[in-house]
């Protein structure tokens, strides 16, 4: 069979502007790879009444598959279902079930609703609605000159859910099986996207052209993608995939069925399991890996206390690193950070620390001490480990990287890992 | 005049499949704003010939600017050259300037030509060259059906620099003075967008059909944009923003410039005008206050010490909350959190504190205090103050928000503000 003809249309003034960076588009590219579906054209436009209507119209004429992407929000300049509606000479009608959503949507939040949140229910007559679990618009799909139409929100997370919980399932019964490829996902921290695929080409020169290697880039995590087109390549599949494990180790946290987990995640399904519990001593990262780690739902188990240590003085009255060793070895230093671990396991009476002193920038840099040192030490009562990293690029770059490498490294203490992390930008 | 018709045409298959995330076009975008400028359609397709010339001729019978962004480089799968001279019914020549610039550059690199390389100095006949100061890939320049064509490269450094040295320069010869229109930009917190379209519709609803109102969510602040199209609109606009600033006082925190200020570097920007220095004693955000405080350069000046006191023990032993205080309220409370505070205040000797104490979820809510619960405290040693706020959302968006109003609060306290907030979502 042909390939389906899949558009998408993306609408926002503040797509036009710059403003924001499209990254929906990318999540729908990804979400249709597994079924062996691409998107043959994108077309972005401001928020405009009469160009919407007619990139739809002249889409439908071509597509097997139209999927919008914005325009769903309550404000004037949300004008999706309008255009739809002009583009197949309907009419907008006020859909039931959308209008049930928004009522429960807004009694779970104690909001009155108001014009402009009703106008969210106002939808092309026909419409069928696509759940949002999360937020205020529905999303809602037409059929039009042939066309699959599927409007969806602009909102990240909101796209993703209907992603994963409705369009794709609806678009997979349209996909013979023979064009199902398969794609294996594996989630990979510490080397960056140039480095791995040239250890990758090192490594195994003879790697076959059957077995597609891809890589995503999730800052400060990597997605390696390996995928086959053919099921006879299966065998093949399996062999390199053990391969790479062979080559990078624990630099593989996981493979990924839907989400990526954090590292934090890891971590505290880790400590949580293992009936532990984690502090942290936080100069440069200053409350970051703390944050990390609250962010996740259930951390209270593992996560009772952290430092944030920012000058000399709170290093020594907060976690009792004692100000001999700060004027002898300096703040970013491996003696004050092992002091730092100490201080906070005592203090929170934790049974795991990670503490970290450096240099974040972009001022504070010596010959010595440049701009990105930094001084981890991490481990419990009975086994304490420091490490030195320079970790060069922007403040905000180094304090993610830093908190990660820290989360790591407690990770694989965790795990009993005998191998030593080799870390690569 | 009517507005020039600026168009993209951007080509790559990993724009496609979602391996690479488009952050050109709003770099495009971004130059273009400053000459009043607005790109009014983009198309994303993969590298197939046929799409691409045809994409070409049908954009250049509508706009008087096409920009096409990639497909320059070396390999086969570089097409734009190709589909350019395919679309204008032309053919590929050897450009005596490109193939000087390719021979330049790979001496500079100790690199041999080979025919991928040449490929490169094969434009359409008649294109004028846009110098590359960088990379191997010279730009280059066609006319066609009244359409001026810009062919440029997919690396963003070589992006910028052509923008930046040529293409804006040529395009802005385009544009007499009087097409210039003029945007303002303000920097809003604790309205969502539907409650303050809703807030103006009712405040003004005289609001003149010549000053443009816009919204860009950028959670948790939002930016409000007010535009003319004509100059003889300036005394609106004037007028109009006075009457917004009154409505929404210290709510707009700032106007925008280039970028928007974090509302941590607003708290840390007035904290280091005045010599003070604040401290965090977090429960419910988990550090996520002090981490975004620290995420700003030259923020140790202002910032020393930050607690995260997840459980009650920790409170305690931390920043000094008395035990009889947490069994007789409640770990979220008012009382708990005024003691944090100035525990907080006194451990750190700081100026200010903020304190919290709240209900994250998605577990831990009871009937009286339920899931998105939370007390804050903020202030100094003459003034400590206090307030609870029911925040609905998931984990992240709730610690988020907490955090924001936290900064807020004290943002109000700094400034001397004698408003009261009002927070919606």
Known sequence: MTQL????????????????????????????????????????????????????????????????????????????????????NSHLQQHPQALEHLTQWGQQRGITLDQANLKQAMLPAGASIIDNSIGSAVGFACHYQGCDIYCTPGVPKELAIMLEQQIIAKIKQQVPHSVHYQVKRYQVFGIGEAKLQQMIT?????????????????????????????????PLLQHWQEKLFELLGDHIL?????????????????????????????????????????????????????????????????????????????????????????GALSQADADYAIAVSGIAGPDGGTAEKPVGSVWLAWGNQHQLNSHYFCIKGKREYFQLMVANRALDLIRRQLINSPQTPFYFD
Chains 1, 2 share one sequence.
């Open 254 to 342: 996981t493979t990924i069925d839907n989400d990526m987990p954090t590292m934090a995640q890891h971590v505290i399904k880790l400590l949580t399991a293992q009936g532990k519990t984690l502090t942290t001593a936080e100069s440069c990262t200053g409350g970051m890996i703390a944050s990390l780690l609250t962010n996740i739902a259930g951390s209270s188990k593992a996560f009772e206390a952290g430092f944030v240590t920012y000058s000399n003085e709170m290093k020594t009255k907060m976690v009792n690193v004692s100000p001999k060793t700060l004027t002898a070895h300096g703040a970013v230093s491996e003696q004050v950070v092992l002091e730092m671990a100490q």
């Open 5 to 88: 003809n899949i558009q998408l249309l993306l609408t926002g003034n503040e797509l036009m502007t710059g403003d924001i960076v499209d990254s929906n588009s990318a999540m729908i590219a990804q979400q249709l790879l597994p079924l062996g579906l691409t998107i043959s054209r994108k077309i972005t436009v401001a928020d405009d009444l009469n160009m919407l209507a007619n990139e739809i119209k002249s889409i439908s004429e071509q597509a097997d598959i139209l999927i919008i992407n914005g325009g769903l929000g309550p404000t004037v300049d949300d004008l999706t279902a309008q255009a739809l509606a002009l583009a197949m």
């Open 202 to 234: 090192q490594a195994f020169p003879q790697w076959p052209a059957e077995v597609l290697l891809g890589f995503r880039a999730a800052s400060p995590m990597l997605e390696l993608k390996l995928s086959i087109k053919e099921q006879q390549a299966q």
